[in-house]
């Protein structure tokens, strides 16, 4: 699909440059006649476009997306087809992702706050909703930066519900078939076990574990090893990668990491309090140190 529908006109929108590719479509630029700014568009894969159940999913989800208003949520505007291709519009974020900003900065537990405050406060309100986001990983978390007066102001957004779950609905997926990143994905999704909120702040902790130690808690040379390894192997903990990392904020990632979704946090807000104790009995100055260790040798 790389680049394919520059130039053509899909939905009254005109199709500008490609933005973004992911195995289950593209992202491009997009402007219509009479709307103020550029909006973003997302147009599925024409492999998934051919899959019945697929197409209704995907519609469904839009459907509801579409009815969704957070601040730290990417609006959808508006969900359709035209020439075959099925698409959300919604509004384009200059910035860059949290996978991008990983690449250049590290990130102490505080700085690690300004991400994982709004998040969590996204991922209650589509949880509260019965959403359960499914694919939650640096590259679906962005950052745009606007001027606020004489002051710059970060919002981070949520993006790609592309996967989420909404729980009031039947299943419309193969069983035993699991959709995700294998990096970020919970014990139970791997499975392809009932999801619930717990499933994504596992998912969430794995980020924030990668944030403040520059690693992420499993490697393996296949996909499918680094899923099982959520299943069956403990993640390191992190004062066994650098002995100086404060307890308090290895007791949150523990516990959010935890193979049983019912021992672990229960919701986004539970974790972010959980969070903010840490940092509260770290205090400013340790809260304020990078830990950063990198990935193990055979993964660099």
Sequence with gaps: MTGELTGRALGGFQIGDLVGEGGMGAVYRATRPGWPQAMAIKVLSNAYAQDREFRTRFMREGQVLSQLSHENIIPVYTVGEDAGHLYFVMRYIKGLSLHELMLKRRFSPVAAWQIIRPLTSALDYAHERDIIHRDIKPANILIEVEK????????????????????????????????????????EQVMDYPLTPASDVYALAVVVYEMLLGRLPFYARRPEQVAFAHI??????????IATFPRPFEDVLMTALRKDPATRY???????????????????????????VGPPPEAR
């Design 232 to 241: 069956d192997k403990n993640p390191p903990l992190p004062t066994s990668l």
């Design 266 to 292: 229960q919701t986004a807000g539970d974790f972010a309090h959980a969070y903010s104790e840490a940092a509260r009995a770290v205090g400013p100055e340790a809260s304020r140190v990078e830990y950063y």
């Design 148 to 187: 606020d007066g004489e002051k710059l102001r970060n919002t981070v957004f949520l993006a790609d519900f592309g996967l989420s779950k909404v729980l009031s609905w039947s299943a419309l997926t193969e069983s035993g078939i699991s959709v995700g990143t294998p990096q970020y994905m919970s014990p």
